[in-house]
């Protein structure tokens, strides 16, 4: 403990240890029926930590076997957790939240641990996820309202109906909050659900699937299958018995995803990568938007899909801008992902990390010029840890403007007035999100119709409210999550007419 008594690095890498010795122990297995499971294959990769790299355990490699045990259990779940009443489904919901933010620690600890993001962020995966299933809990009972539709004679009424089992393939970089945020409004709809957790990150999956069991989940509703992308992730999106597949990823996985979907007609919902632009206008309160620009970028070790990684600032205000960027590049605090005030953690993986580091060359050989933040402190090389940086006077059309980084990386560019600036906005295959900086309210409104984007944030960072549409436009994703819309993927709508006997029904033959 710190002389506060909050925790301190020793004390969390202490419990952290205790947390994760369980999968040092014995491999991680899968989740099938409400109960573990080793895998048909026994075969097994090996799980490392962003922090050295070194081992923190080994991982069932799932087969197109496991998959099937997994499907068949949420295929003969579907019918009773289809018909449990919407209000005792509602109050296991809320139980599973309760039981998550009892292990709010452990989650917060493990999922750091396995990810490399700052437990400063990560004491938030839990009460975050925990939102999720409140949320969607309370909207349990009126999912399957649907409309009322009279005509002249007939009366048209609209039911939802759950689609049935569900595949949920999910990403590395957050991955218990981004889990419950598709696997929360599927259950709650009234769907079963196979979940293959991301290879690189797959411990706080097993947390969930655990406490689903402990919340009342009955076996089979909510499966966990670890395994690698090309195997297990494809043979569930291959799964005839699973009917629509929600996929957070890239987007190159998304197009293997809808080819592998489409000979058995995979309903598919996708959220994908993203080259967001922040937009800077000379009037803009500069001080707000550039606390925003550096947290949208630098937080969650820049790993996070609506990051805002191009910065298009207005020529006016560049050199001001940068400056002060360069400052605050410079007091950004890179460590150890359990110390309280990291706020940069390593990287997931060398090959992620040698994947960022790469784009130092490009930006140097595209002709940009190489910002560089706080450096890596000595003791912390055996990690994935880089130091924060930004490319200066780059072009929208180099590939540090076009291609998702994922990394503490920003392109800055400038722009001369809003029309330009627009057009640099849209000139990338992307469309997840888009922010703006002005106090100018006609230009916001402009912004806000003309910028290709799934949602925008005008002078604010990206600020989640649990109702609104999530998703992108263009490569970024297909389909929208966050209030019913959720719902609207993960159910079928049906409608029904019923006749007043009053028309005349065609008569054919004598
Ligand atoms: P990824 O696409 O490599 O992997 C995501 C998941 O897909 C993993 O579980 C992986 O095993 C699985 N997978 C890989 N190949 C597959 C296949 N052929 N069939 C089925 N499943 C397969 O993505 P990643 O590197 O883990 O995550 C980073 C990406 O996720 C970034 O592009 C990021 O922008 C995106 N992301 C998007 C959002 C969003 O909401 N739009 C949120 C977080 C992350």
């Given at each position: 403990m710190s002389a506060t008594g909050s925790p301190n690095l020793a004390t969390n890498s202490e419990k952290a240890a205790r947390y994760l010795a369980r999968f040092r122990e014995s491999p991680l297995g899968h989740f099938i029926n409400g109960k573990p499971a080793e895998g048909r294959s026994g075969k097994r990769f090996t799980n490392i930590s962003p922090l050295n790299n070194e081992p923190l355990g080994e991982v069932a490699a799932g087969d197109a076997r496991d998959i099937d045990d997994a499907a068949n259990a949420?295929?003969?779940?579907?019918?009773?957790?289809?018909?449990?009443p919407a209000a005792k489904r509602r109050a296991l919901l809320h139980r599973f939240a309760d039981l998550i933010e009892k292990r709010a620690e452990e989650i917060a600890l493990v999922e750091s641990s396995d990810t490399g993001q700052p437990i400063r962020f990560m004491n938030a995966a839990a009460a975050r996820a925990a939102e999720n299933f409140r949320f969607f809990a309370d909207r349990a009972p009126g999912a399957r309202d649907g409309l009322a539709?009279?005509?002249?004679?007939?009366?048209?009424?609209?039911?939802?109906q759950p689609i049935g089992p569900v595949g949920i393939i999910t990403p590395w970089n957050t991955p218990f909050m981004l889990s419950t945020w598709k696997i929360a409004p599927a259950l709650a709809a009234g769907?079963?659900?196979?979940?293959k957790p991301a290879e690189w990150s797959p411990l706080t999956a097993m947390l969930l699937a655990e406490i689903?069991?402990?919340?009342?989940?009955?076996?089979?509703?909510l499966n966990t299958v670890n395994g690698l992308g090309e195997e297990a992730g494809k043979a569930l999106t291959e799964h005839p018995d699973i009917k629509a597949i929600g996929f957070v990823g890239d987007s190159a996985t998304g197009s293997a995803i809808m080819a592998q979907g489409a000979p058995t007609l995979k309903r598919v919902h996708f959220e994908l990568g993203g080259k967001n632009p922040v937009i800077a206008f000379a009037d803009a309160d500069l001080d707000r938007a550039l606390d925003a620009v550096v947290f949208m970028i630098y937080s969650l070790n820049g790993e996070r899909c609506t990051s805002s990684s191009r910065l298009l600032v207005e020529h006016s205000i560049a050199r001001e801008f940068e400056a002060r960027l360069q400052a605050r590049l410079s007091t950004l605090r890179v460590g150890h992902p359990l110390a309280p005030e990291t706020e940069i953690g390593p990287l997931i993986h060398p090959r992620h990390r040698d994947k960022v580091l790469g784009y130092i060359e490009?930006?140097?050989?595209?002709?940009?010029?190489?910002l560089e933040g706080a450096a890596v402190a000595a003791d912390l090389a055996a990690g994935n840890y880089v130091r924060p940086f930004a490319f200066i006077g780059a072009r929208n059309d180099m590939r540090i403007a076009q291609e998702e980084i994922f990394g503490p990386c920003l392109t800055?560019?400038?722009?001369?007035?809003?029309?330009?600036?627009?057009?640099?906005?849209n000139d990338v295959r992307y469309g997840l999100t888009a922010y703006a900086w002005t106090r100018d309210v006609g230009r916001?409104?402009?912004?806000?119709?003309?910028l290709e984007a799934g949602m925008i944030w005008i002078n604010s960072e990206n600020n989640r409210h649990l109702p609104t549409p999530f998703g992108g436009m263009k490569a970024s994703g297909v389909g929208r999550d966050g209030g019913d819309y959720s719902f609207d993927f993960y159910m079928e709508t049906k409608n029904i007419c019923i006749a007043l006997d009053t028309h005349k029904v065609p008569r054919l033959g004598g």
């Open positions: 949420a295929r003969a779940a579907f019918p009773a957790w289809r018909d449990v539709l009279p005509a002249e004679e007939h009366f048209n009424f609209t039911l939802r769907c079963t659900v196979v979940h689903g069991i402990e919340a009342g989940l009955p076996p089979g509703v490009v930006a140097k050989r595209e002709g940009a010029r190489v800055v560019i400038e722009f001369a007035d809003e029309t330009e600036a627009v057009a640099l906005a916001a409104h402009r912004l806000a119709r003309r």
